[in-house]
């Protein structure tokens, strides 16, 4: 095939309906949330703008067509998440968080599962939640580690026809839901036989909720995203249904990793959509502002070098993500270390070019009556979360490069 960067006429109608929303309710979250004090009152106040985004059927959209959604793939993805991620952080990344929370059913579920888990999905109404219950306190880069490790620390017993799970969570997207007793479906990485080495102890359950014993302790204070629901809760005797798990016993571990490696590729793409807002008012600022001389700023040459290194990083980091996102799709060899550099370049290229851009505009921006100053505390989080780049990315780049089989070639090959 050859290679080829255009969108399809479909896609192209999803960016543009997805860009078309960003601008009429995306743009709206920041002056509903931002004056409020807590996180959870915050969170709560996204919920009309989320309800809106199920109702003109993104949600349905970018579930696979298979499954009874509208989504062809990961570049559908890829393209709301730009579109949104320009124009809002908190409720796009509360959407992206539920596919991330449903993504063990949509890879690992019988039929019958995902039939009957993904259901409330797929219906344009409401504010269903899902979320993945991966990260605990005390980290999980070492989730998968064999004894004397501990690995995932959550645990699941059988009991009669359900399973009673116990442990603790942090860091997971909207898992307490709205109302704080748990999202509507809750995929929760546990160890389901403590004897048992890694790749047959983890495995996958999910809780349907709201569920007894789910109990939030608190909503964390994060950086950035001061609108989106990350908390720290227990999961106390919690009860699953027998056959809500994912794949059967033992297969967590897979579920884990094919989960995060299609949601590395569009770390990129957020950084992507990072960079380009703030990269739109940098050279608006440019363009306008003298600050003091006798020209626009931007007809300095320190300027405009640096305008243009951002939009040429801005160029390349989307090439690579997208790159990533159609190899996934296409299943193709190299799609992996794609996705892995997708995620590490565009998350700390981010952090970077947004840096940059704010000694363009220069002091001002540090006042968050100016935009940068909150996207460089958005952006913050992409180099540190869905796998660390330095605890978890980074090294499973290391692993690759060190197996026998590796063909520093294969990834270049991957879109050919």
């Known amino acids: 095939m050859p290679i080829d960067f255009t969108l399809t006429a479909e896609q192209r109608d999803l960016q543009l309906s997805a860009r078309k929303f960003a601008r009429r309710v995306l743009v709206e979250v920041g002056p509903a949330t931002r004056h409020l004090p807590t996180p ?19 949600l349905h959209r970018l579930i696979p067509v298979p499954l009874g959604g509208g989504g062809t793939g990961l570049l559908d993805l890829a393209v709301v998440a730009e579109e949104f991620q320009a124009v809002d952080v908190n409720v796009s990344l509360t959407l ?31 504010a269903p939640l899902a979320a993945f219950g991966f990260s605990e306190p005390g ?25 009673i799970v116990n442990g603790a969570k942090q860091w997971v997207s909207s898992a307490t839901g709205w109302g704080g007793k ?51 809760f ?31 590729a569009l ?39 640096a305008l243009a290194d951002a939009k040429t990083a801005i160029e390349a980091t989307r090439a690579l993500s997208f790159r990533a996102c159609h190899a996934l799709d296409a299943q193709a060899p190299g799609a992996f270390e794609l996705s892995l550099q ?23 921006s540090y006042d968050h009556q100016l935009p940068l100053a909150g996207l460089l505390q958005d952006a913050l989080a992409y180099p540190l979360f869905d796998g660390g780049n330095m605890g978890v990315r980074r090294r499973q ?4 490069l060190m197996s026998p089989g590796y063909d520093p070639l294969t990834a270049f090959a991957a879109t050919g």
């Open 40 to 58: 959870e009152a915050r969170f709560a106040a996204t919920r009309p703008f989320y309800e809106e985004a199920i109702r003109d059927g993104f």
């Open 96 to 126: 992206f968080a539920t596919l991330l929370g449903l993504m063990p059913v949509m890879l690992g579920g019988s039929p019958e599962q995902c039939q009957r888990l993904l259901a409330p999905f797929l219906n344009r109404s409401g």
């Open 139 to 163: 980290g999980s880069a070492n989730f998968a580690a064999p004894a004397p490790a501990e690995g995932v620390r959550t645990t699941a017993r059988l009991d009669g026809d359900h399973w």
């Open 182 to 232: 748990g999202a509507d479906l809750i995929s929760v990485v546990c160890r389901t036989d403590p004897a048992a080495p890694p790749d047959k102890a983890i495995s996958v359950i999910v809780v349907e909720g709201p569920a007894d014993g789910i109990v939030m302790e608190r909503a964390l204070e994060s950086v950035g995203h001061r609108a989106h629901l990350t908390p720290r």
């Open 234 to 264: 227990k999961i106390s005797s919690v009860r699953a249904r027998k056959d809500n798990i994912i794949g059967g016993p033992g297969a967590g571990l897979q579920l884990v990793e094919g989960s995060f490696t299609s949601t590395a």
């Open 267 to 305: 770390v990129g793409v957020f950084g992507v959509a990072l960079m380009r807002a703030a990269f739109e008012f940098a050279l608006n600022f440019a363009r306008t502002e003298r600050r003091g001389g006798a020209v626009p700023i931007i007809e300095h040459q320190a300027v405009g070098y």
């Open 342 to 364: 997708s995620k590490i370049f565009g998350s700390e290229t981010a952090v970077r070019v947004i840096t940059d851009l704010m000694r363009v505009v220069g002091i001002d």
């Open 397 to 400: 780049l290391h692993m690759l």
